[in-house]
């Protein structure tokens, strides 16, 4: 846009005054933990730790303390993510390629369940468990993790399947390949970008989620980080707020370097807007 | 569900044009929505089951533990009458519309709005940076944003402590006014969102319409008014509902920074049915909270898809 009148450039200094604030608040909450998983001493005050050290992290990356709960997150994250994809895939063929009269109630089914509050749902969740005998089971866990997670991996895959040109499948089509055929050695190949942005974007909500795994697991030792470190802050939290940061920390790491590399190298910002735009 | 969707689907009937099989095709019709299947089963089981069993649930006095834990028998409307009844619940569903439109309609949109327009006036290296802090936040698991808003506002916390720095003695905020704090810690959380949404829809503005608009002598104001708005407000409608039905679930943030307290100061719909079912082992009377939540949920999905209506063919 083109701002050079001077009203233009007195409108320039002001935006990123303002912004510049805005940032600041936003900035405060992150910089406390940051600074207070270097910071020995750390309390909740915002401070410059006085001999910044690697020790909350050393304290924290033990076996029984973070390597078992995050081996456990990447497991729920991971198996929820192969199979929401899957069965995404799957669904997503027919309702992209074929006009089925299931097609549009069943979109509508799906647009719906994407709206639903889970949260809502975790109470009668638990009485399905309990009468499924599923409590405490990582695969009852998963399971129901894929089932929320498929809705909006649904409507994502279809939309990226309808950009996929059909002509490459009328040829295989045309050599006599059944339906899976077509959709393994064809239609995926073609759109392993846009199965990579639903993998991603399952993943990092299952890794995130805390109140799922927090009802419907009980055992410790089954516990994935976001409930472990629960834990820790309601033993520990009072006296250790630097190995809580530094705990946090790593925990968090696998997330945002999965979202820089989903806006850097799949151009995945855009492609996730778009599929949540609708 | 599926007669609400059968009502949506009706709604919107007749805009792609009847394309019905004919019987003889009833077979590869059949074939090819085999794909649909396992899909339709998880569906089916983790989350079409709970929601009926919810409703059922709700009419039952079922609870975690002693004797109606073993046969649960139906008991009508009590678990509702009961519900209306109890202050907490009135005063929950109180704070829910508070936070609903304290953090999503008022905080996040507003603020997602004008951190997109002050974005387009701003140098590259400031909008980068700040860009950065907002989606930070938004990327972080929500529980570990929670435990930094929760060291934001603590009585010993950052806030405190800046406010000290310019001679005022803080309250202590988690106590004092629990729900400001979760509001502006869901705020700061979430804004990142509405910011996404809006950046998007301001670039599709064409510039032309913008330019002709302030060469006829439009002030910023008229121009937000009377061109802007009214260009993406397809975008605001969309961002206000799901923003609305992400506010409506959030469950770790409250948890985590009060507790739903102190006593029962901040616990939303979501919280107090925590509560109810796990705390205090009243697993009835908890699954006709959660009920009430997913009709919520349910009547802003229609509203939503209604309004909207997404291309779905």
Same mark, same amino acid.
């Given at each position: 846009m083109g701002m050079t009148s001077p009203s233009g450039r007195a409108m320039r200094q002001v935006s990123n005054g303002v912004l510049i604030v805005i940032g600041v608040c936003f900035a405060l909450p992150l910089a406390w933990l940051l600074l207070a998983s270097f910071?020995?001493?750390?309390?909740l005050t915002l401070k410059w730790p006085g001999t910044p050290t690697l020790d909350n992290f050393t304290a924290v990356l033990t076996p029984d303390l973070a390597f078992l709960p995050l081996f456990n997150s990447l497991l729920l994250s991971a198996g929820c993510a192969i199979i929401t994809v899957a069965v995404a895939v799957l669904a997503a063929y027919p309702l992209s390629r074929y006009k089925m009269r299931i097609n549009k109630p069943y979109l509508y089914g799906i647009l719906f369940g994407t709206c639903l509050p889970i949260t809502a749902m975790m109470v009668p969740v638990y009485s399905l468990f309990v009468a499924l005998n599923l409590i405490d089971s990582m695969w009852g866990t998963v399971l129901f993790m894929a089932a929320a997670s498929l809705p909006m991996a649904i409507w994502m895959m279809k939309n990226f399947m309808d950009s996929v040109p059909i002509v490459l499948e009328e040829a295989a089509w045309a050599d006599g390949a059944s339906m899976m055929a077509t959709l393994t050695r064809v239609v995926v190949p073609l759109m392993r970008p846009g199965i990579a942005v639903v993998f991603i974007f399952v993943f990092v909500q299952a890794w995130g989620n805390f109140f799922v795994p927090f009802v419907l697991l009980l055992s410790p030792e089954k516990q994935p980080a976001a409930v472990s470190i629960f834990a820790f802050f309601g033993q520990y939290g009072a006296v250790a707020y630097g190995k809580l940061a530094a705990f946090s920390l790593v925990y968090s790491v696998p997330v945002l370097a999965l979202y820089v590399f989903t806006s850097r190298v799949l151009g995945g910002g855009s492609a996730l807007a778009g599929a949540i735009k609708g | 569900m599926s007669s609400l969707t059968e009502t949506v689907a009706t709604g919107s009937r007749g805009r792609g044009g009847p394309r019905a099989p004919r019987p003889r095709r009833a077979g590869r019709t059949l074939g090819r929505s085999i794909p649909l299947v396992p899909s339709m089963i998880l569906i089916a089981v983790f989350l079409l089951g709970p929601v009926v069993a919810s409703f059922y649930g709700s009419f039952t006095n079922s609870?975690? *533990?002693?004797?109606?834990?073993e046969g649960a028998s139906f008991v009508g409307l009590q678990n509702y009458l009961d519900l209306f009844a109890n202050p907490d619940f009135l005063q929950s569903v109180l704070l829910t519309v508070i936070f609903l439109v304290g953090s999503a309609i008022i905080g996040q949109n507003v603020l997602g709005l004008g951190l997109a327009m002050l974005m387009q006036n701003a140098n590259a290296v400031v909008r980068g940076i700040v860009g950065t802090l907002v989606v930070t936040a938004w990327i972080l698991p929500e529980i570990v944003a929670a435990f930094a808003a929760y060291a934001f506002f603590h009585d010993d916390g950052t806030l405190n402590e800046l406010l000290a720095l310019v001679g005022i003695h803080g309250a202590n905020w988690l106590y004092a006014v629990p729900m400001l704090a979760v509001i502006l810690a869901n705020v700061w959380r979430g804004t990142a969102f509405s910011m996404l949404v809006y950046s998007a829809a301001i670039t599709e503005v064409p510039a032309d319409v913008v330019e002709s608009a302030e060469m006829d002598g439009a002030s910023g104001g008229k121009r937000l008014i009377y061109i802007t708005l009214p260009m993406i407000r397809r975008s605001i409608s969309t961002n206000l509902m799901l923003t609305t039905l992400q506010t409506l679930s959030v469950f770790t943030l409250i948890f985590v920074m009060t507790g739903g307290g102190p006593? *029962?100061?901040?616990?939303t719909l979501p919280i107090l049915a925590y509560q109810e079912a796990f705390?205090?082992?009243q697993l009835g009377y908890g699954t006709a909270i959660a009920t009430i939540l997913l009709v919520i949920g349910a009547i802003f999905s229609i509203v939503y898809l209604r309004a909207l209506k997404p291309e779905v063919d």
């Open positions: 910071d020995p001493t750390a309390n | 609870a975690l *533990t002693g004797s109606a834990a006593g *029962t100061k901040s616990s705390k205090f082992s």
